[in-house]
């Protein structure tokens, strides 16, 4: 599963940490953890998921809308 949450994080925006974090109500150490395999906070995989495909939509979206200019 920490292979396929690697991948993800290319999608993730800045201080996406931070973010889950104050979400969360918890450090940026239990994010990362989670995020690397450490802790099974699914809450945290299913939320950071999610953002990560928001900003894919978003860059696909926003590469359509730059096609119409080429």
């Keep these: 599963m920490v ?3 690697k991948k993800i ?3 993730l925006p800045k201080r996406y940490i931070q973010t889950l974090a104050e ?3 918890c450090t ?3 994010i990362l953890n989670t ?3 450490r802790t099974r906070r699914f809450d945290i995989i299913e939320r950071a ?3 990560a495909r928001e900003v ?3 860059n696909q979206k926003i590469l ?3 096609k119409e200019f080429s």
Excluded: A, Q, S, V
Aim: hydrophobic share 25%; aromatic share 8%.
């Design 3 to 5: 292979d396929e949450i």
């Design 9 to 11: 994080k290319k999608y």
């Design 23 to 25: 979400e969360f109500g």
């Design 28 to 30: 940026g150490t239990t």
């Design 35 to 37: 995020l690397n395999g």
């Design 49 to 51: 998921i999610e953002l």
């Design 56 to 58: 894919k939509e978003k």
């Design 64 to 66: 359509e809308e730059l």
